[in-house]
């Protein structure tokens, strides 16, 4: 997922332009809902297929966090 991911949330925020800058946005909202994502894996309980979309979710949204970084 890194390898599609995070060069495409570099390159998005590299177009972006708004009042916080350009990276910060995608950073903030990347973060943001990881800490989201993070709790749906904690309510996951045990089921796997809920574990591995809140896992592959986790990933999502680090990896945008982490573009633009």
Known sequence: MAIVVQPLS???SDELHTPWG???????A?????L?????LALAG????????AMLLVELF???AQGPY
């Open 10 to 12: 570099g390159a998005i």
């Open 22 to 28: 350009r990276r910060r946005p995608l950073m903030v």
């Open 30 to 34: 990347g973060v943001a809902l990881q």
């Open 36 to 40: 989201v994502s993070l709790g749906l």
């Open 46 to 53: 045990g089921s796997y297929l809920g574990i591995v979309v």
């Open 62 to 64: 680090s990896n945008t």
